[in-house]
Every structure is written in C-alpha cells, then in structure tokens.
C-alpha cells in the first residue's frame, strides 16, 4: 500500500524523484548589488542532497525594484543577477532536486521601503501608513496602482521566467500567499479597487491570472509554474475560503499553472495558531492544518492543476494517506529540514519515524529577530545545526 511518496513523477519536462518537496524558505540576504549572499549557509543546497524533490528559494520580491521590501532582499530585476541565482540552481540540481525560484511582490509590504527611496508603493488600492497599526480606516493611504503601473509589473514577472530558465532554474513558483501582493490583491481588506482589477474574486484574481499567463508565455510550456495561494485570510473581512477555493479554479482553468499549493492567506503574526507557521505541532492530530483545503481545492480544479499540500507536515505515514486520498499530489515540508536536511534519506532507507522538529518556530525569532543564520536551537550535530550546510 505505501508507496505513493516516492514515486517519480513528471511535471511539465521535469522530472521529480518523488513527491516531497520543501516549502520555500527566505533564509539568506543580499548583497550590495542585489546578489544572494553566500556567506550565510545554503540550507537549501543540503535539503536537496538530502532526497527532497523540489526545492525553491525563499521569495524573491525584487522582481521589479517596486516589490522589495528592504535593502538586504535579494534582487532578479536585471540579467546581472543571473550568475548569483545560477549558483542557486546549480547548488540545487547539483544534490538531486528540481530547483525552482520562488517570485514575489511586496505590495503594500513594501511601501515603507518605497516612500524612503521617494518612489510611490506598488499596491492594489491601499497601504497601512503606519505599518504596525494595521489596515483600520484612519490609518489607510490611498495609492492605487495604474493600469500602466500594473502591466509593467507583470512584464517584469515574465521577464523574470526568462533570467529563471537562462539561469538554469527547472520552474517558477509564483508567491500569492501570506503577506505577498498577490495574496493582498485577492483580499477585499487591500482591494477596494472599482475597476476591472477589483470587486469580484474574477477581477481581484485578474493580476494573478495575467502574471502566469505572462510567465507561461515568456517561459515556455514547458517550465513548470507552481502558484502558492492563500485559501483564507485570518483577518476580519479578508478573503474567506470559497473565495480562495474560486481563485484557485479560475487559475487552473485558464491552463497556466501546474501545480497549486495550499497554504494562508494574509495572518496575524500574534496570532500564531491561525498562520502558516502554526506551533507545537506534537501530534498527528495536529499535523496538515491545510489538509482539508487541499482536498476541496483538488476537487474543485478537476486535474487541471496538481495540488500541493504542506503545514504542519510530519509523519510520512500520514502523507501517504493523504496522497492515497486523493487529497493532493504532493506533500512539502519547511520547518522540519532545519532540523534535518538529510530527512527525506532517512525516510527512504526506512526510518519512517516522525521529523524532529516540534515546530517551536525558535529557529524563525532567532533569524528574524538577532539575524542569526537559519539554524535548529535542538540540533545537536554540527550538519543539523546549519553551520556546514552547503
Ligand atoms: C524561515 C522561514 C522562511 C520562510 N520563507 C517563506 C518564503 O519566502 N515564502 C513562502 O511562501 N513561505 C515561506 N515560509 C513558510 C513556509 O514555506 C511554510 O509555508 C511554513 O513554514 C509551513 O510549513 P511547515 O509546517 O512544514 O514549516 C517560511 C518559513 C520559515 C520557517
């Protein structure tokens, strides 16, 4: 019966040694220019030596200089970025794994940044002035973006495919979950736009749409393009499940994504039991929190995208059920490879116990908050800890 998770699979022209992948991690900065730092260690080059299928880099918001988010975010704006991300790539398919660069946009996440260089922030119809007081209406600017302003960003979404592919990257994951643009786009918190990029979920997913058209355009048919959508938002008047279930069956239909995965629209970070990142996840019972978005997507979209479940993944026993289902097609795991690159190996030479990690999210705060590098607080061999990663 269990065999599912290790079957090879094709996809659009590539080939994925099984059906686990890795969620994609933001866990390195730039440099001056705008090229990956490497002087901080590569987790991603180790989970794919590690027996992982896929393997993205964390989002790249400076697709189009208006989506970074701040100073130390990579850059993918300009062909003098290609060698940086080939080494990406290269690092990638050199362990085993397809690797795939994970597009994004800032948004109105980015317009703190933007107002400091002067320029106007990219955003749907609003942005919060003062970031950490949320979206409430006293603290809302009105910026909303030009049509001219939009295509041109969406040209730079398929210019991007292009530097991805002559970079050596086998796909494109576009980011349309959390707090990315799209995800804001979608949302009726961030889109009060009366246009036709605004109001119903066909025209709030309208820029969702035009960028994989554009990506599959430019790109080719044949480089795979994986979008990571926001079923829900946790925050109050936000998008609300069938509307994301209803974006996801617009994607598809159009014929320009391949594979759809799950995950959290726009969370509150104090909120950390209703975001992507859920903690303490101990037990089965606690594991897949997207489980059943997954399933209703996969229904609605009729195989006219894969699906990819991840959240809270830990035993691959239950991932196998959940593929046997019929609930999605792959499965993708983050959190767990920090403390164990290797953890797919192990999976496959029979030690199917449960990962390690118990999602206490320390490695996260560390890295976000002191700027250490990536590392598990438990880890108790060198490898594990990330210091000799790549
Ligand atoms: C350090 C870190 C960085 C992350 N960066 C990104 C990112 O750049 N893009 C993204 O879509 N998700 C990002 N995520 C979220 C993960 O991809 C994933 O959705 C989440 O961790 C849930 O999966 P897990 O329970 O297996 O960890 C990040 C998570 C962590 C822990």
């Known amino acids: 019966m269990e065999n599912i998770l290790f079957e090879q699979v094709t996809v659009g022209g590539v080939t994925l040694r099984n059906r686990i992948f890795m969620s994609a991690a933001a866990c390195y900065n730039a440099d001056a220019t705008g090229d990956i730092d490497y002087g901080m260690p590569m987790l991603h080059f180790a989970v794919a030596k590690g027996g992982c299928a896929l393997v993205p880099t964390g989002g790249v918001s400076g697709v189009h200089p208006s989506g970074r988010t701040n100073a130390t975010r990579p850059m993918f704006d300009s062909d003098e970025r290609i060698p940086s991300f080939r080494a990406f790539a290269e690092g990638v398919r050199r362990g085993g794994a397809a690797a795939v660069l994970q597009v994004t946009h800032g948004g109105a996440g980015a317009a703190s940044y933007q107002l400091s260089l002067g320029r106007k922030p990219f955003v749907a119809s609003h942005y919060p002035r003062h970031p950490k007081e949320g979206l409430g209406e006293v603290n809302r600017e009105a910026a909303p973006a030009t049509e001219e302003e939009i295509f041109e960003v969406i040209a730079a979404f398929g210019d991007a495919a292009v530097r991805a592919r002559r970079a050596g990257f086998d796909g494109i994951q576009v980011h349309a979950a959390h707090e990315s ?158 403390r ?35 590392a598990c607080v438990f880890s108790d061999t060198p490898s594990e800890a990330g210091r000799v990663w790549a």
């Open 181 to 338: 643009l799209l995800s804001q786009w979608l949302s009726p918190l961030y889109n009060l736009r009366n246009d036709a990029w605004g109001g119903s979920v066909e025209n709030r997913c309208r820029l969702h749409c035009e960028i994989v058209r554009e990506i599959k355009r430019r790109g080719g048919v044949d480089f795979p393009v994986i979008v990571k959508l926001g079923i829900e938002d946790t925050l109050a008047g936000g998008t609300v499940e069938a509307e994301g279930i209803r974006a996801a069956t617009l994607l598809a239909a159009q014929g320009n994504v391949d594979i759809i995965e799950v995950s959290q629209g726009l969370q509150n970070m104090d909120d950390m039991e209703r975001t992507c990142l859920r903690p303490h996840i101990l037990s089965t019972d606690r594991e897949a929190y997207f489980r059943t978005w997954a399933g209703k997507v996969r229904a609605a979209v009729r195989g006219g995208a894969l699906v990819t479940l991840q959240g809270g993944l830990r035993t691959p026993s239950l991932m196998e059920e959940i593929l046997q289902r019929g609930e999605a097609d792959f499965v993708s795991l983050c959190r767990p490879y920090i």
């Open 340 to 374: 164990e690159p290797g953890l797919v190996n192990r999976w496959a030479e029979g030690d199917r116990s449960r990962a390690k990690c118990i999602s206490c999210n320390r490695c996260l705060w560390e890295h976000l908050t002191h700027g250490k590098p990536l």
